[in-house]
């Protein structure tokens, strides 16, 4: 079952993007370029801004189509994943630290993205106006980063001050530069 809708999709985007028996064979060349890219960035032989200042500027000298096709892999080599020689929560460190409460999706060993940020302050900051507002502006630039980084439509977001929790989505409106 799982197969036959694999082979459907497959087919649906060779169709919609008019690639295969339906038009255009996919250059060669351009696929092994992107595909070496993303093994060698995943086998720690290349970093990840290496992988993006090859792929960008590919990006630029195609044609539409294949431009949006190198941009999506350049993005899938920032994403957040954990690494061995990388920090997983550095992209979430600004000048005032992490956030007090980070969900992250675990795919065996390693993080794959976050889902979910919180910050908290105790029951005696509730009439402290300029840190609650501190707070949902960092949950705010937290969010957006990860729905950005992974290609997600929204974030979830906490914010927790004494003993009121207040739920936060922040989701992409339209996709753009």
Same mark, same amino acid.
């Given at each position: 079952?799982?197969?036959?809708?694999?082979?459907?999709?497959?087919?649906?985007?060779?169709?919609?993007?008019?690639?295969?028996?339906?038009?255009?064979?996919?250059?060669?060349?351009?696929?092994? &370029?992107?595909?070496?890219?993303? +093994?060698?960035?995943? @086998?720690?032989?290349?970093?990840?801004? &290496?992988?993006?200042?090859?792929?960008?500027?590919?990006?630029?000298? *195609? %044609?539409?189509?294949?431009?949006?096709?190198?941009?999506?892999?350049?993005?899938?080599?920032? +994403?957040?994943?954990?690494? &061995? @020689? &990388?920090?997983?929560?550095? %992209?979430?460190? *600004?000048?005032?630290?992490?956030?007090?409460?980070?969900?992250?999706?675990?795919?065996?060993?390693?993080?794959?993205?976050?889902?979910?940020? %919180?910050?908290?302050?105790?029951?005696?900051?509730?009439?402290?106006?300029?840190?609650?507002?501190?707070?949902?502006?960092?949950?705010?630039?937290?969010?957006?980063?990860?729905?950005?980084?992974?290609?997600?439509? %929204?974030?979830?977001?906490?914010? *927790?001050?004494?003993?009121? +929790?207040?739920?936060?989505?922040?989701?992409?409106?339209?996709?753009?530069?």
């Amino acid at each position: 079952m799982q197969r036959s809708i694999k082979i459907l999709l497959l087919d649906y985007v060779k169709k919609e993007f008019q690639f295969g028996k339906y038009g255009k064979v996919f250059d060669k060349d351009l696929f092994q &370029e992107l595909k070496k890219a993303f +093994t060698d960035v995943k @086998n720690g032989n290349m970093t990840r801004l &290496e992988a993006q200042c090859l792929l960008y500027p590919l990006a630029q000298d *195609s %044609a539409p189509l294949y431009s949006k096709i190198i941009i999506s892999v350049a993005r899938l080599t920032s +994403t957040n994943a954990m690494n &061995e @020689n &990388e920090n997983y929560a550095s %992209a979430y460190v *600004s000048a005032n630290g992490r956030p007090d409460v980070m969900m992250s999706v675990s795919q065996g060993l390693r993080y794959s993205r976050n889902i979910d940020f %919180a910050e908290v302050q105790s029951i005696q900051q509730r009439c402290n106006n300029f840190m609650i507002s501190k707070d949902l502006i960092r949950l705010g630039l937290f969010s957006k980063e990860t729905v950005n980084d992974n290609n997600s439509r %929204a974030c979830l977001t906490m914010q *927790s001050v004494g003993l009121t +929790t207040i739920f936060y989505i922040s989701t992409l409106i339209a996709d753009g530069i």
